[in-house]
């Protein structure tokens, strides 16, 4: 049988330019009873449907939202603005979908919807014909929202920027043309569009290092930048901020949203912007803001070309795309917030209800609605948005705000959602990288692990055990510790006990990150140990209040060299926990040279120097601190990158179907004496001194060695082989772990800021080459020891438990605290001058985490 030809009322919503030189435009809405499409053009330009529209005048004795009923095509002169809108009534629904041709359509065109039915508050139904909205498929937006009555649906008054009014109360009669963006029309008809696009570069999952950005704030200061690029799109795809990324060493640009945005009521009633970009205007649009000045003079199509390009710019210089999306709500908040959209077409199936209150929306995301990702419509909406960045854009992957909400069935948390199983199949979205935030405000929306493959998630387990072990534990617990070898060793080797929930899912699926956008910086986890919000407006009470987070004795900034140290020590032993650890890495941008927030974790509406990136180190002509944490990470990042055992997909230790832990021989752990640990040294939260090993098929085995206890401390390494130091914590502040007793100087950087001198004069590529050819000498197994600059008193400790069986390298967790055997400190300092220690023995400082490489003995042949 020949299928029927398809119904054009059938087709995708959209606005389509056709062959004739007009446009097909569709909108959905199951419940309006009428719906216009409006064009806009300016009075000083003929119109291009004169002969088409009936004109309406002022003065007649219905109102014109009556009197455009009685023609198909009309038109009005708006004086105020200088402009006509010519409305074309449209046909429908069919299955849902309304329908208009325009006789002629161009590129730029500006246009909205106006949509009439019934106005019933109580049962959630809000339409209001006195309100241009939004076309949801709109690829371009022109115009922001202004703080006007004429901007809500129901009727109010705006006093000293506070809206006063009731959504349940009488409909608006204020025409909001004037207070509200339109959506502007992009012809994408051009079959040569994609000439030329580089090939992306599609890095594997295992060799995958994240670095999280904001557009405006990475570049908002940059020194480097001409002023007209500095918070752009084009300032990011300039070649100095890629060369520096190269630096780095990152693999995936992940951007906060660059989707089209509008400031929640809340803020503007405050004066206040939404920074971070999580309140989204458009699903199909870019944010204008980003765009240099001369692309937002131009128009929207100038704004998305500068988008394209910027991609094409990072995919050239290796880099993937990441784009963090906002489907879990829009910006139109709760019931009293502004009619922009999808609350004026059809609020009843775009947003979730109260189930006993229908009238009042489903919040789980804590900004006044909640996208229904139960309607298929709606789920076809955000694929339909997804593929369009992806496509057309070329982005590389998504990663979900809230990604519980869209994963919620009849209020419940299911992996098996519609919505993730049309991820999943999609031909081009599941081959992309899908990133869930795993968590949303609502009745159970804690779901870390819980989505299932392909897609990675946010690891805020990670997160925590990881500040509990290197901050709150020993400054605030000393000798009473909650986080120990147990829980660490679980998230060094992936975090098995949440993302090892069926076959074939691996390590790569736990997102590990010490910090994000949302919360403090790592540099502030060390400087502050409460949040200080207070620029936010809200007397400091946004924000979380659990942070694991100190400030070693001194509440920001400080003077202090001791604390100073202590501060950088601690920062990077996070960083090296997360670059050392199975998993994917997320950085934050700027925690890579300590950049802070001022103690600020919730700077969502702080668009200032607060969230900037600050690159004022560059200009320092001296080594710095920024200098020095910059080159520690970046050297990390070098050697994970390099090393094949961080490459796998798998994880070392993990955990079958039934629950129950497989034993691996790629890993092992090692007692600073030598020996394994037991069932009780893993059940011990004081063991905070030990050693992993990674075993390798064809590769040379890695050491990963922590000390998370005050005081230089001796580690006996495995006797098969020779070791060297790779990178150490430490390293920063001049000292790496040595063998024998005494901790030795890291001769491994110039005295130099080799950026400063190079930036003023020299691209940063040029700043590239002359690190990579800089002879960087690291103490170790294989070079003249250097003499210390670290006296140890207690410097070596005498190996112990001796006779401890080798205990299987997985079972559960944990340790008695080892007792120091040196008694006295005129004992410990005898024991200083005449203790020698075997050769295998190596003093590892205070409070550090160190990662060493396997030497093959010279008779073993590659």
Not at 403 to 417: I, M, P, Q, V
Request: net charge negative.
């Amino acid at each position: 049988m020949k299928n029927p030809p398809l119904h054009r009322y059938a087709t995708r919503p959209g606005f389509y330019f056709t062959e004739d030189g007009g446009a097909d435009a569709v909108v959905r809405s199951e419940t309006a009873d009428r719906i216009w499409l409006c064009v806009y053009e300016p009075l000083d330009r003929p119109s291009a449907f004169y002969n088409e529209a009936v004109r309406l005048f002022k003065g007649s004795p219905i109102p014109w939202t009556q009197e455009v009923r009685l023609f198909p095509i009309c038109s009005r002169i708006i004086e105020s603005m200088y402009m006509r809108e010519t409305l074309f009534a449209m046909s429908g629904p069919n299955y849902g979908l309304w329908y208009v041709h325009l006789p002629k359509a161009w590129d730029g065109m500006r246009y909205a919807y106006r949509v009439d039915g019934q106005w019933n508050p109580k049962h959630d139904v809000r339409f209001n014909p006195y309100k241009i909205l939004l076309d949801p498929y709109g690829k371009g937006i022109d115009g922001t929202m202004k703080l006007d009555p004429s901007a809500f649906s129901y009727e109010c008054a705006i006093d000293n920027g506070v809206v006063h009014g009731s959504p349940d109360g009488k409909m608006s009669t204020l025409d909001s043309l004037g207070s509200m963006p339109v959506s502007v029309a992009i012809d994408d008809r051009d079959t040569t569009k994609h000439e030329g696009e580089p090939s992306h570069p599609h890095v594997p999952w295992s060799k995958t290092v994240i670095y999280e950005l904001h557009v405006k704030g990475f570049t908002a200061n940059a020194p480097w930048l001409p002023q007209e690029l500095r918070g752009t799109y084009a300032g990011l795809a300039h070649p100095t901020t890629l060369s520096y990324l190269q630096t780095l060493g990152v693999t995936s640009i992940e951007l906060l949203p660059i989707q089209a945005k509008q400031d929640e009521l809340f803020l503007q009633q405050r004066g206040r912007h939404n920074y971070w970009g999580y309140s989204t205007l458009g699903y199909f649009a870019p944010e204008p803001s980003y765009a240099t000045q001369a692309a937002q003079r131009s128009g929207p199509r100038a704004v998305r070309q500068e988008v394209i390009d910027m991609v094409r710019a990072l995919h050239e210089a290796g880099f993937e795309v990441i784009m963090d999306v906002v489907y879990n709500h829009t910006c139109e908040g709760g019931t009293d917030g502004p009619t922009v959209c999808w609350r004026g077409l059809d609020e009843l199936s775009y947003y979730r209800h109260q189930r006993n209150n229908p009238g009042r929306l489903e919040d789980t995301t804590g900004c006044g609605n909640t996208l229904d990702f139960t309607n298929t419509h709606v789920v076809t909406f955000a694929i339909d948005s997804l593929r369009y960045w992806a496509k057309r854009i070329g982005v590389d992957g998504f990663r979900f705000d809230l990604a519980a909400s869209l994963a919620r069935l009849d209020g419940d948390f299911t992996k098996h959602h519609p919505f993730l199983y049309a991820l999943r199949s999609d031909m081009l979205l599941g081959n992309l990288k899908l990133i869930m935030e795993p968590w949303d405000v609502g009745y159970q929306g804690w779901r870390t692990g819980q989505f299932g493959m392909p897609f990675g998630e946010w690891n805020d387990a990670f997160r925590n055990a990881v500040r509990q072990f290197w901050l709150t534990d020993p400054v605030e617990r000393p000798g009473n510790g909650e986080t120990g070898m147990q829980e660490m060793a679980t998230r060094l080797c992936g975090s098995a006990d949440l993302f090892a929930t069926e076959p074939g899912r691996g390590a790569p699926s736990s997102i590990n990150f010490i910090s994000c956008h949302d919360g403090f910086t790592t540099a502030d986890l060390t400087t502050y140990a409460r949040k200080h919000n207070e620029d936010n407006g809200e007397d400091n009470n946004d924000g979380s209040n659990v942070n694991y987070s100190v400030n070693f004795g001194h509440e920001g900034p400080s003077d202090d060299p001791a604390i100073n140290k202590r501060r950088e020590r601690a920062a990077l032993n996070m960083l090296g926990t997360l670059l050392l650890s199975l998993g994917t890495p997320m950085l934050q941008a700027g925690d890579e040279f300590g950049n802070s927030q001022q103690g600020n974790n919730n700077a969502y509406c702080q668009d200032n120097d607060i969230t900037w990136l600050q690159w004022d180190w560059m200009n320092s002509t001296g080594k710095n601190r920024q200098l020095n944490i910059f080159e520690s990470v970046s050297r990390l990042i070098s050697a994970r990158k390099s090393l094949s055992l961080f490459h796998t997909e798998d994880f070392y230790t993990r955990l079958t179907q039934i629950g129950l832990f497989k034993q691996s021989n790629r890993v092992q752990w090692f007692l600073p004496d030598g020996n394994a640990p037991v069932n009780t040294d893993w059940s011990n939260k004081m063991t905070r001194r030990f050693a992993m090993r990674l075993i390798a098929r064809n590769a040379a085995d890695l050491l990963i060695i922590i000390n998370g206890d005050a005081g230089d401390r001796s580690f006996r390494l495995p006797a098969d082989s020779s070791w060297q130091t790779v990178w150490s914590s430490a390293q920063a502040e001049g000292i790496e772990p040595a063998p024998g007793a005494k901790v030795s100087v890291a001769q491994h950087s110039p005295d130099t800021n080799w950026m400063a001198m190079h930036l003023a004069q020299y691209a940063l590529s040029d700043m590239i080459a002359h690190a990579q050819n800089t002879t960087h000498d690291s103490t170790s197994a294989m070079t003249p020891q250097v003499p210390s600059i670290i006296n140890q008193a207690d410097a070596f400790e005498p190996l112990h438990h001796a006779d401890r069986a080798i205990a299987d390298e997985d079972a559960p967790a944990v340790t008695t605290p080892m007792e120091d055997a040196a008694g006295s400190p005129a004992m410990r300092a005898a024991q200083h001058r005449t203790a020698t220690p075997p050769q295998d023995t190596w003093m590892v400082p205070e409070y550090s985490i160190t990662l060493m490489q396997q030497i093959k003995p010279t008779d073993q042949s590659d």
